[in-house]
DNA sequence: ATCATTGGCTTACACCGTTAGCCAACCTCA
DNA sequence: TGAGGTTGGCTAACGGTGTAAGCCAATGAT
């Protein structure tokens, strides 16, 4: 019968998410850490625990607040589209292109659910199954499909000379229903 | 006009990377530093580095050999099956399964290709494209959609009632040529 | 017999996340 | 007004990480 983390977060816990989204924007995601960020606030490394009880937690709320941002874009992505899936599927793309830390930090390990902003992840998914019909089964798929191509393509792991756009084409094409 | 590093490892050096195997099948990525595989060979971790430059190499090394059984497993599922594509599906989704720690340090980081053993990134990719009748787009739209699926399931990203099956199958067939 | 190479070793450095405990400033309430 | 509790800083410290420097015994070649 304990209280769970407050969902609303302290205007201060605020001010260090956000300093910390702007380390991992700026410098990358193993510049993220606890002193490096205490640096950025003017505080010492410590003191983070006054508000926040570990590292996880801090990734976790950057992670909901991504979510979050993402939710919308894909929303307004879909909203009146004529190709919903291809606007979707740019949205995804650039998303990670202009956010390659934070999509890495999003992406990159498992998550503990109970530390996100609940059904934020439902949020985040339901324009692609609305994209597809309700199909679940094919909104994974695609989703799987999306996370491939960019996970894949910010880690360099495709030939230099591949040609990503007609490859998103062609499995966009494939699986659209 | 410098030596590159010489193909063929040592014998020391094969050890260590054998016990380096060892160490993450058994313990898991996080297990694997430079100490924790000193333990194992009972010498002390500056040892290692009269073998290897640093740990991004004893990681190569590894990686390599990795490559080296999926494509020999790739190749294998290929031969003289009636579903060229479902096999090597089959193979790569179960490769993940029984390797997960493995299968995340190949993936999950970008990799210094001049340290990898030359051409086995391509001999792993030539199954692929092979099924595919030698589209390349195609086969980099499958295996990002073979990727995804895998590190989404290891990650747990999908819902737990998620019909993985079903989403492979959906995802296959839509890509199949 | 001498000398170089190999492959161990210890020590040490700078970084990491995190805990313990101290204390000044502030807020609340009698 | 004064007392007491809460908030949010601080320092010091612990055990972990990768890795550099330098010492030395055993081995092997000239």
Redesign the pocket.
Same mark, same amino acid.
Request: net charge positive; aromatic share 4%.
């Given at each position: 019968m304990t209280d769970e983390q407050p969902d609303v977060p @302290?205007p +201060?816990v605020r001010q260090i998410v956000a300093a910390a989204r702007e380390l991992v924007e700026e410098e990358g995601l193993d510049a993220? @850490?606890? !002193? #490096?960020l =205490?640096d950025r606030l003017?505080? !010492? =490394? /410590?003191?983070i625990? *006054? #508000?926040l /009880?570990? *590292? +996880?937690a801090l990734e976790h709320a950057l992670i909901s607040a991504t979510f979050e941002e993402q939710a919308a874009l894909f929303e307004a992505a879909l909203a009146g589209s004529a190709d919903p899936l291809g606007a979707l599927a740019t949205a995804y793309r650039d998303f990670a292109r202009r956010h390659p830390h934070l999509y890495r930090l999003m992406t990159q390990r498992s998550l503990d659910r109970d530390r996100l902003n609940p059904g934020i992840e439902e949020r985040a998914a339901q324009p692609m199954v609305q994209a597809l019909d309700g199909d679940r089964d094919l909104a994974r798929a695609v989703w799987a499909f999306a996370h491939g191509m960019t996970i894949l393509e910010l880690d360099n792991r495709f030939p230099a000379d591949a040609d990503l756009d007609a490859a998103w084409q062609r499995g966009l094409d494939a699986l659209r229903p």
């Open positions: @302290s +201060r993220l @850490s606890m !002193r #490096h =205490a003017g505080i !010492r =490394a /410590p003191s625990y *006054k #508000h /009880p570990d *590292k +996880r």
